[in-house]
């Protein structure tokens, strides 16, 4: 059901969700003090076109450098992809067909808000931390 789930998803909406974390991740990229927001982008721009079976977990190593990356992040890049993924969740929740998937787009706000001290780990393994 997962890959049913995620080959509507990249259809959908997942690839064009990539493209837009993957245009973040290269314009952050290219200062070396947005190197790590880049990588942050390309690692949420992966989880994007591919969502069901991951889920995240917040990271118990991450202190307050994050925190204040989030800050950054969510100056720079964070509240237009959000906006993307609130506007793709809505047009999918239009449809009955569309409506998991919808919820999929919604649960990734959070996630692309502020994204630096969480973790993209299988669903099979929740707990699993680095």
Not at 82 to 100: E, Q, R
Request: proline letters at 6%.
């Amino acid at each position: 059901m997962k890959t049913i789930l995620n080959i509507i998803w990249l259809i959908l909406c997942g690839f064009w969700m990539f493209l837009g974390y993957m245009l973040a991740g290269v314009i952050l990229c290219i200062t070396i003090i947005g190197i790590p927001f880049g990588l942050a982008a390309f690692r949420i721009g992966i989880y994007a076109l591919w969502p069901f079976g991951y889920t995240t977990v917040d990271r118990r190593d991450a202190g307050a450098p994050s925190c204040i990356g989030n800050v950054l992040w969510l100056i720079l890049a964070g509240w237009w992809l959000a906006l993307g993924h609130i506007f793709t969740g809505i047009a999918l929740c239009i449809t009955i067909i569309g409506i998991p998937l919808g919820v999929a787009n919604f649960k990734l706000v959070p996630l692309s808000l502020l994204p630096l001290g969480k973790e993209i780990v299988p669903t099979d393994q929740p707990f699993a931390t680095r």
